[in-house]
């Protein structure tokens, strides 16, 4: 699948992974459409794709409000014509023990933003996805294949997210359009800084068990990338991300071992 022309549309195109995977299909000179709250972020990453000679639009959008992700398509739709690949890369992160929290506000703002944010987006966006054949993707991460100890909220906004998507790909079965899901490992992004602490304020620290694992966010776009280009169902970006899932249906008690120390720091 070549990327060169095709009209794409980024969710959470800012910072971290979506920005990073703009800039690399910039290269292909695609059309982009890049959505995210913080246009002024979003406009930067808009010029560099630019002058990596794509076309390139920033169109501020909170995927938690559907109103804006109807807007969204149709901002795509209006000057571009038609819509050839969606990727739902916006997402927020919460971490906190279950027994810590009391106000479960932001457990419902990351089940609106993770799980109805990419459903909203790619409802509008269908009609078009089904003229062009096209492409629908999303990144559930590895929080979608293992429930994750202090991540309650942020694992069941993932479970949701994914079982959507692979419930979608039936349904669309000979349509022409095909559903991507990836399952990224821990990616050396500002997420981890900026999610939800048990008070529901930005903890504003890397936890201490993401430590040095964390995979480069150019390398992991790059994958994604490469998925895309195949239309691949399924990438897991790491050796890690592949073998847990398994192990879990092996050896439960292994992997509840194994995670267990990250609940605690």
């Known amino acids: 699948m070549s990327f060169t022309g095709k009209v794409i549309v980024i969710t959470g195109a800012s910072d971290g992974i979506g920005a990073e995977l703009a800039r690399q299909l910039a290269r292909e000179k695609p059309r982009l459409v890049l959505a995210a709250r913080r246009l002024d972020a979003l406009q930067a990453v808009a010029a560099q794709c630019a002058a990596a000679g794509a076309e390139a639009v920033a169109v501020r959008c909170d995927v938690g409000v559907e109103a804006d992700c109807q807007a969204l ?19 927020v992160l919460g971490r906190a023990r279950l027994e810590d929290v009391s106000d479960f506000g932001w457990y419902q703002d990351m089940m609106r933003v993770n799980y109805m944010g990419s459903v909203w987006c790619t409802r509008y966006a269908l009609g078009e996805l089904r003229k062009s054949k096209g492409l ?9 294949k293992i429930g994750l100890p202090g991540y309650t909220g942020y694992s069941a906004s993932k479970f949701a997210q994914s079982g959507f998507f692979e419930a979608l790909r039936t349904e669309l079965a000979g349509t022409g359009v095909d559903v991507t ?85």
């Open 136 to 144: 629908v993707a999303a990144i559930p991460g590895l929080a979608a």
């Open 73 to 91: 398509a149709a901002s795509t739709v209006e000057p571009f014509g038609r819509i050839d690949v969606l990727v739902n890369s916006a997402g």
């Open 181 to 265: 899901l990836v399952f990224a490992d821990v990616v050396a992004t500002k997420l981890f800084s900026h999610a939800y602490g048990a008070d529901g304020k930005p903890a504003g620290k890397v936890s201490a068990h993401v430590g040095g694992r964390a995979m480069p966010v150019e390398d992991c776009a790059s994958r994604i990338v490469a998925a895309l280009r195949g239309r691949r169902r399924e990438l897991l970006t790491t050796p890690r991300a592949r073998i847990l899932p398994w192990l879990q249906l092996l050896a439960p008690g292994m992997v509840q071992g194994m995670l267990r120390p990250a609940a605690r720091s």
